[in-house]
C-alpha cells in the first residue's frame, strides 16, 4: 500500500452492504444462535478454519449517534469494553487510522494483540464501521502476546427505522487468535461474544454514558 493511501476503498463498503444482504443457505449462512434482540449467524468460508459470523443486534433506547461513539470511539470503548487491555490509536491517517489492542484471555492462555486499519463512512441513513489487519513499526510482535489477524471485520449502525431513539448494529466477526487453540473451540466461543457484547455495552450506556451526555446538554 502506497504511503498515505487509504487502505480501504468503495469495494470494502459495498462487499459488507452485500453480506449483510446475504442469510440463506445457498449464500452458505446458517443461524447460529438466537436471543431476544440477538440473531447469530455463521458462514464456513472455503480454505479458512475460522468461520465468519454476522450478528443482528437491536439496542433499544440508544440512537445511532451514541451507538456509534460507544463502538468507534476508543475512548469510550474501552470504558464499557472489558476485553479490552489496551486499545490505542498509533496514527491517525484523518480518513482512517491505526490502531492496537491487546485482547484478555483467561489463564493459562496468552493474550492476544491485534494491529488493524479501521475507518468509518457515515451518512443520513447508516454508519458503516470497517477494520482491516494491519502492521505498524511501533508495535512489533511481543513474543508474550501472540499476534492476531483480522480477517473480516465491521459494522453497520442504522435507527430503528420505527423508532430513531433507538438502532440497529450487523455486526462481522471473523478474527484468527492464532496459537494453540483449537479452531473449533475458537468458533464455538465467538458465537456467543455478540450477545455478551451487546448486553455490556447497552448496561453501560443506561447506566453511565446517557447520564453524562444529558448532562452536557
Same mark, same amino acid.
Given at each position: 500500500?502506497?504511503?498515505g493511501?487509504?487502505?480501504?476503498?468503495d469495494?470494502?463498503?459495498?462487499?459488507?452492504?452485500?453480506?449483510?444482504?446475504c442469510?440463506?443457505?445457498? @449464500?452458505?449462512?446458517?443461524?447460529? %444462535?438466537?436471543t431476544e434482540?440477538?440473531t447469530v449467524? *455463521?458462514? !464456513?468460508? /472455503?480454505?479458512?478454519?475460522?468461520?465468519?459470523?454476522?450478528a443482528f443486534?437491536?439496542?433499544?433506547?440508544?440512537?445511532a449517534?451514541?451507538?456509534?461513539?460507544?463502538v468507534?470511539d476508543?475512548?469510550v470503548?474501552r470504558r464499557h469494553?472489558?476485553?479490552?487491555?489496551?486499545?490505542?490509536?498509533?496514527?491517525?491517517h484523518?480518513d482512517y487510522r491505526t490502531?492496537?489492542?491487546?485482547?484478555a484471555?483467561?489463564s493459562?492462555?496468552?493474550?492476544?494483540?491485534?494491529?488493524q486499519?479501521?475507518?468509518?463512512r457515515s451518512? @443520513?441513513e447508516?454508519?458503516?464501521? %470497517?477494520?482491516k489487519h494491519?502492521?505498524?513499526?511501533? *508495535?512489533? !510482535?511481543? /513474543?508474550a502476546?501472540?499476534r492476531?489477524?483480522?480477517i473480516?471485520?465491521g459494522?453497520?449502525i442504522?435507527?430503528?427505522?420505527?423508532?430513531p431513539?433507538?438502532?440497529?448494529?450487523t455486526?462481522?466477526?471473523?478474527?484468527d487468535?492464532?496459537?494453540?487453540?483449537p479452531?473449533?473451540?475458537?468458533?464455538l466461543i465467538?458465537r456467543?461474544?455478540?450477545?455478551k457484547?451487546?448486553?455490556?455495552?447497552a448496561d453501560?450506556y443506561?447506566?453511565?454514558?446517557k447520564?453524562?451526555?444529558?448532562s452536557e446538554?
Open positions: 500500500m502506497a504511503e493511501k487509504s487502505p480501504f476503498s469495494a470494502d463498503f459495498q462487499n459488507i452492504l452485500q453480506q449483510e444482504r442469510n440463506s443457505a445457498d @449464500d452458505g449462512w446458517s443461524q447460529s %444462535l438466537q434482540g440477538c449467524w *455463521r458462514k !464456513v468460508v /472455503p480454505g479458512q478454519t475460522i468461520h465468519l459470523l454476522k443486534l437491536d439496542f433499544k433506547g440508544i440512537p449517534k451514541h451507538l456509534l461513539t460507544l468507534h476508543l475512548q470503548r469494553d472489558e476485553i479490552f487491555r489496551v486499545y490505542d490509536c498509533l496514527e491517525d484523518g490502531t492496537y489492542a491487546v485482547i484471555f483467561p493459562p492462555l496468552w493474550d492476544r494483540d491485534l494491529v486499519f479501521n475507518t468509518v451518512s @443520513d447508516e454508519h458503516i464501521i %470497517l477494520y494491519a502492521t505498524h513499526p511501533s *508495535r512489533p !510482535v511481543d /513474543p502476546i501472540v492476531g489477524e483480522t473480516f471485520s459494522t453497520i442504522r435507527p430503528m427505522p420505527d423508532d431513539q433507538s438502532s440497529t448494529a455486526l462481522f466477526l471473523q478474527t487468535v492464532k496459537g494453540w487453540i479452531t473449533t473451540i475458537v468458533n465467538a456467543t461474544g455478540p450477545a457484547w451487546q448486553s455490556s455495552l453501560f443506561h447506566t453511565t454514558y447520564k453524562e451526555v444529558e446538554i
